[in-house]
């Protein structure tokens, strides 16, 4: 495995001795024994977790796995901000293991520190032993949240509402989504932001609020229809299309523009009208349970064993999409499908380079593919290790022009939730992502991932840069269009 090009110019701490039983004293986390915010100092109790969703339970080969020599080091945002051990991949598995081990109990200040981690999985990809910190840091705060250390009424409520009462609830989802598109296109939103009643809403909502997405007028099954051939009926592959809870709102054009790839490409596309969310929100955020419930409905919604391959366009979903088969390995009814649905997930970029799709031979129409850049999600290359095949798909545009992006494996702050929850972590990497950008001199950023793509765009916007942001495979059939 290759190490990122950045990650002998950092100084890499001094490299301890590999110990495959407990960690070195001095990566042992300095607050084992130090109170928690109620002022309460934890013994060894139970880490506050159970089940497949403990750090305590946890396959411990998964936790030993960590030799603590820091090559990851460098590549981790949040360690490279605050140069803190405990900001870093190692001091974080450290923690871990020490819940673990029964050496501490997950605190609250165990719980915030598994949360101001993006999750963004760069340290994956720098680290020679293969540790899989995306089990890890699921776990972790997983153990965090049954351990309820983070516990607020507001937090709690939002939680509640989000997680469980709207992200498991795909109509209800778009009935909320209709209500805000009427709100955006009829000029009330222009009305409150002009009349500043945003203040209303307090000051962290209304920081917030200039980044709401603008939702689509028509929604993906309003654009897809549920069995699509391509024109020449000349059907190569059957693939199930995924149009996800967020990009199902506000992506739908992309959506689209995939099943127009495929389409293009002689695959039989199957697009349900209703889809349940990933869960992949609720995996990266403690709630396994649900994330385990919500693969069920999807395995429901697809003949997983009729189809070639399962699609997404969106990195963060594809991320976790693809451990379906780890996630419900102990489900005697689910265990098969998931197994099945596993292999045959696919990243569309993935995909298209597999089959080998068919370059385009015109340029897309009214977008400025001469002067482009390519930011990578973190999900698509650390998560899911694809990298080239974006680039294939792009180069294989007429007059597409792709100038390299310094850092475009680093994460833009996006991380899920994670530019709501820590929105000062997440800006101070939006700047230098957007730094890098204007370094280039693109006018056009193609990006893998709606949550790096509302992230760039809402940055570029509020900085008065003018950025046109777009999937690759939009690009793609945008070129197809053309012909
Ligand atoms: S997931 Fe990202 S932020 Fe978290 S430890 Fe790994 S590199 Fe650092
Ligand atoms: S996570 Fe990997 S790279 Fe980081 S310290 Fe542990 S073994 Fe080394």
Redesign the pocket.
């Known amino acids: 495995m290759s190490l990122p090009s950045d990650a002998l110019t950092n100084p890499v701490p001094a490299r301890p001795t590999a110990n495959p039983g407990n960690p070195p004293a001095e990566f042992l986390p300095p607050f084992n024994t130090l109170p928690d915010a109620d002022g309460h100092v934890h013994g060894h109790g139970d880490g506050g977790s159970h089940g497949h969703d403990s750090l305590r339970t946890l396959d411990y080969a998964v936790i030993q796995q960590c030799m603590h020599c820091g090559f ?1 080091l460098p ?5 490279d901000a605050t140069k803190k051990e405990r ?3 190692r001091g ?1 598995i450290a923690l871990m293991r020490a819940i673990a081990d029964g050496q501490m109990d997950a605190t609250k200040t165990f719980a915030e520190e598994m949360y ?9 990809t ?1 680290c020679p032993a293969g540790v899989d ?2 089990q890890l ?1 699921e776990t972790a705060r997983a153990t965090a949240e049954h351990a309820g250390v983070l516990q607020s009424p507001s937090r709690d409520w939002t939680r509640r509402l989000l997680l469980k009462g709207l992200f498991t609830r795909p109509r209800l989802l778009r009935a909320l989504g209709r209500m805000l598109r009427i709100y955006q296109a009829s000029g009330a939103q222009w009305l409150v932001r002009k009349l500043g009643l945003t203040k209303l809403l307090g000051s962290r909502l209304a920081k917030l609020e200039p980044q709401t997405p603008q939702v689509r007028a028509q929604f993906s099954h309003q654009l897809i229809q549920p069995v699509e051939k391509p024109a020449d009926d000349q059907v190569k592959y059957r693939v199930g299309l995924l149009t996800g809870c967020v990009q199902d709102l506000v992506f739908s054009d992309i959506n689209r523009d995939t099943a127009d790839a495929l389409l293009a490409n002689g695959c039989e596309v199957h697009t349900p009208p209703v889809q349940a969310c990933c869960g992949s929100l609720h995996g990266h955020n403690g709630e396994p349970g649900t994330a385990r419930m919500l693969a069920r409905r999807l395995l429901d919604t697809f003949d997983v064993f009729k189809l070639d391959a399962i699609i997404t366009n969106a990195a963060g979903c594809g991320s976790h999409l693809k451990t379906y088969n780890r996630l419900l390995a102990d489900d005697k009814q689910y265990a098969e499908r998931a197994a099945e649905w596993s292999r045959k997930c696919k990243d569309i970029n993935e995909f298209l380079v597999e089959i080998h799709f068919r370059a385009p031979t015109a340029a897309p129409a009214g977008i400025p593919v001469d002067q482009l850049t390519y930011h990578e999600a ?1 999900h698509l290359c ?1 998560g899911q290790k694809i990298t080239a095949q974006p680039r294939k798909i792009l180069k294989s545009i007429p007059g597409l022009k792709l100038t390299e992006l310094s850092e475009s494996t680093w ?1 833009c702050g996006s ?1 899920g939730i994670y530019n709501i929850v820590q929105p000062e972590m997440s800006q101070q990497l939006l700047e230098r992502k957007l730094k890098h950008i204007d370094k280039t001199g693109a006018r056009t950023v193609a990006t893998a991932n709606p949550g790096c793509h509302l992230q760039i765009a809402n940055g570029a916007a509020a900085r008065g840069k003018a950025l046109h942001i777009a999937h690759p495979v939009s690009l793609l059939a945008a070129a197809y269009r053309a012909e």
């Open positions: 990851c590549t981790c945002p949040t360690y900001n870093s991949p974080r101001f981690c993006l999750g963004c999985l760069a340290c994956t720098a910190y995306a840091f973190c650390h994460c991380a």
